[in-house]
């Protein structure tokens, strides 16, 4: 799975998938994941005073069916003026070699009227094409050499399987507009498997054993003139693209996501 995203700064979690990788060594495991969402206490907060919430994050799907996720956030978050709550949507489907992808997010404060963005995204002569329907009709060519969320999460298992430090991406998942790509730097760490410091749920089923990375991604507007990334999102990384530990740093505060749940979806043969 991989990881998370803000949208006016009240934290909207956006996976990353990943792409075509030569052979299929890679194999990500469909399954559902529930995270707890609760206020990083060691960064300091500016004007949030607490936080709880919940994430729910499922994957299915292989290299020839394509991988679809669907992502809910539910976020409160306790400020100088209130009570503030974050509600996020999101659907996607890449197929396997990541040059085909169709995307659904919805972003709503306090019940109000939601932002969405909707739309699919296609490869043409290597350049990243995307229709959307919402916010606005809309078409654009966005550039080459950029990928799609499910091509990343790849791309990183792989990078830490051969163990590369650091993985230069741009990347597109349509959020928050269905127009923005965004620079990405992920430094990750060496690989463990030991079972010190885990979660209950992430030491049962297929999980049990499994190698896992600290990954840290920092999320830059492409074109922005600022050395400040809009986002960082730090996790470990099991190598069949499973996540826990999360940690969503949006700047003026942070949030922890505790894997609270796990549980393996029935995987469909794949021929490749």
Same mark, same amino acid.
């Given at each position: 799975?991989?990881?998370?995203?803000?949208?006016?700064?009240?934290?909207?979690?956006?996976?990353?998938?990943?792409?075509?990788?030569?052979?299929?060594?890679?194999?990500?495991?469909?399954?559902?994941?529930?995270?707890?969402?609760?206020?990083?206490?060691?960064?300091?907060?500016?004007?949030?005073?607490?936080?709880?919430?919940?994430?729910?994050?499922?994957?299915?799907?292989?290299?020839?069916?394509?991988?679809?996720?669907?992502?809910?956030?539910?976020?409160?978050?306790?400020?100088?003026?209130?009570?503030?709550?974050?509600? =996020?949507?999101? @659907?996607?489907?890449? /197929? %396997?070699?990541?040059? +085909?992808?169709?995307?659904?997010? $919805?972003?709503?404060?306090? &019940?109000?009227?939601?932002?969405?963005?909707?739309?699919?995204?296609?490869?043409?002569?290597?350049?990243?094409?995307?229709?959307?329907?919402?916010?606005?009709?809309?078409?654009?060519?966005?550039?080459?050499?950029?990928?799609?969320?499910?091509?990343?999460?790849?791309?990183?298992?792989?990078?830490?399987?051969?163990?590369?430090? =650091?993985?230069? @991406?741009?990347?597109? /998942? %349509?959020?928050?507009? +269905?127009?923005?790509?965004?620079? $990405?730097?992920?430094?990750? &760490?060496?690989?463990?498997?030991?079972?010190?410091?885990?979660?209950?749920?992430?030491?049962?089923?297929?999980?049990?054993?499994?190698?896992?990375?600290?990954?840290?991604?920092?999320?830059?507007?492409?074109?922005?003139?600022?050395?400040?990334?809009?986002?960082?999102?730090?996790?470990?990384?099991?190598?069949?693209?499973?996540?826990?530990?999360?940690?969503?740093?949006?700047?003026?505060?942070?949030?922890?996501?505790?894997?609270?749940?796990?549980?393996?979806?029935?995987?469909?043969?794949?021929?490749?």
């Amino acid at each position: 799975m991989p990881f998370v995203r803000s949208s006016s700064a009240v934290a909207a979690l956006v996976l990353l998938s990943g792409s075509a990788l030569p052979a299929a060594a890679i194999q990500l495991t469909p399954h559902r994941a529930t995270y707890e969402i609760s206020l990083d206490g060691t960064k300091p907060a500016n004007r949030v005073a607490g936080a709880e919430g919940r994430i729910v994050y499922e994957m299915r799907g292989n290299p020839c069916a394509g991988y679809s996720v669907q992502l809910r956030q539910n976020t409160d978050l306790l400020t100088e003026g209130g009570r503030v709550n974050s509600a =996020v949507s999101t @659907a996607t489907w890449e /197929d %396997g070699e990541g040059n +085909a992808y169709r995307f659904r997010v $919805t972003n709503t404060l306090n &019940g109000e009227t939601p932002d969405e963005a909707d739309g699919v995204a296609e490869r043409r002569d290597g350049r990243l094409v995307v229709k959307a329907t919402k916010p606005e009709q809309d078409e654009r060519q966005l550039g080459s050499n950029i990928m799609l969320p499910t091509q990343h999460v790849l791309r990183l298992i792989a990078a830490a399987e051969k163990g590369d430090s =650091v993985l230069d @991406a741009k990347v597109f /998942d %349509g959020s928050p507009d +269905a127009k923005k790509v965004y620079d $990405t730097l992920s430094v990750i &760490g060496r690989g463990v498997s030991d079972a010190k410091g885990l979660e209950d749920a992430a030491t049962t089923a297929d999980l049990a054993g499994r190698t896992r990375y600290p990954v840290t991604i920092s999320y830059y507007e492409r074109g922005a003139t600022s050395q400040t990334p809009d986002y960082i999102i730090s996790f470990d990384m099991f190598d069949n693209g499973v996540s826990r530990n999360l940690k969503l740093d949006y700047g003026e505060f942070a949030l922890r996501g505790k894997l609270t749940s796990y549980e393996a979806l029935p995987k469909e043969e794949c021929a490749k």
